[in-house]
């Protein structure tokens, strides 16, 4: 496995505006600074009143902690959903429970990160759901 000093940019989709919603200030900035690592804009919240005027705003994929106060990940799911149909979510936890992952799978999540994770997993997981914007696919040779 490459060591993540080694991890690359994602190629194609620098700059890709990702939310990150967690109750924890750590997680946010080292969700954040990884995405940065990434080539990518993090947009932070640490609710979900405030994910959802982010999703407003415009971003290319949320990443939700499921257990949070007052609205958790599932809920925030749910109302994105409303809003934002298509919009790829990959959900984090560190303890899913079945009945979670089932409910998120019917609200059309598109994956689950366990925490803790690495850079690695998080770009794999990103690369495999976010697809390369048209501009800079067309630049390759």
Known sequence: MASEERIRPLEGRLGARILVVDNRPDMLELVGDYLSILGLTAVTAANGLDALARVREGVELALIDIRM????????????????????????TGHPLPEEYAEAER?????LLR????????????????PPKADEEDRKP
């Open 69 to 92: 106060p007052e609205m958790d990940g599932i809920a925030l799911l749910r109302a994105i959903r409303q809003h934002a149909r298509n919009l790829p979510v990959l959900l984090m």
């Open 107 to 111: 609200l059309w999540v598109s994956g």
């Open 115 to 130: 925490k803790p994770f690495g850079l690695g997993e998080l770009r794999s997981a990103i690369a495999a759901i976010l």
